[in-house]
């Protein structure tokens, strides 16, 4: 079975500052991808991230970096210099199966952004 | 611009009565979602269809259906809601394609179901 961890409920940063939140998942599958989505208030989850479990290298994409470690199965997401409009949930996902990317979510992180 | 379409965004609707939430897309994807989001939760899948192809997730009640008469078109028929269905109802698409996880999810807004 397949599990995404996301034990930060909750984080509040001041603007500008820097956040990572954490994602621990759980797999027996030596393939699988896993994801970053943000929601904002408004309800869309935005896609932000694929990440394939053969690709251990980070990513960065202006201000969103992405740290994959398979030794420690994380797939951590850091903000640089935070903004107002980051405040969002973030979920972290996780897809064993190839093509039919059933989404297991894990519970999300709330983000607040205080100006 | 290519996207995933739902309506209405908000529905309310009575115990017991049924309702249907509809989904679209413009994307031509061949792979169509639905989950659902309760507050403060991790959104749940609770069927997708490939082309007219259904699979049923194991834990997703009987209460709950879907119909999609085209590529463009997906339904959320709840025949019997009941106080715990409120939730946020979310459409995603992707497109099952030839090359390895190649095809992300992409979300429509959501409709947000509200049952008195």
């Known amino acids: 079975a397949q599990k995404v961890t996301q034990a930060q409920t909750e984080i509040s940063v001041v603007e500008k500052e820097d956040v990572t939140l954490d994602c621990v998942y759980e797999t027996r599958d030596t393939t699988y991808y896993l994801f970053w989505y943000k929601q904002p208030p408004s309800g869309e989850l935005v896609f932000l991230i694929r990440r394939n479990s053969f690709d251990e290298q980070n990513e960065i994409s202006g201000r969103y970096s992405w740290n994959f470690q398979k030794s420690t199965s994380s797939f951590n997401f850091t903000i640089t210099a935070s903004q107002v409009v980051d405040s969002a949930v973030y979920f972290c996902a996780l897809s064993e199966n190839v093509f039919w990317k059933k989404l297991t979510f894990g519970t999300g992180t709330r983000l607040t952004i205080i100006p | ?116």
């Open chain 2, 1 to 116: 611009d290519a996207m995933v379409i739902q309506n209405p965004r908000y529905q309310v609707t009575q115990f017991g009565k049924p309702v249907t939430l509809s989904c679209s897309q413009t994307l031509n994807h061949n792979v169509m979602y639905w989950y659902q989001q309760k507050s403060s939760q991790a959104p749940k899948l609770l069927f997708h269809y490939y082309d007219k192809d259904f699979n049923n997730e194991a834990d997703t009640p009987d209460n709950f259906q879907s119909r999609r008469p085209n590529t463009s078109f997906c339904f959320l028929d709840i025949r019997s809601p009941g106080l715990g269905d409120a939730a946020m109802y979310l459409c995603a698409t992707s497109r099952k394609s030839g090359r390895a996880g190649d095809d992300e999810q992409y979300f429509g807004p959501g409709t947000r179901l509200t049952v008195t």
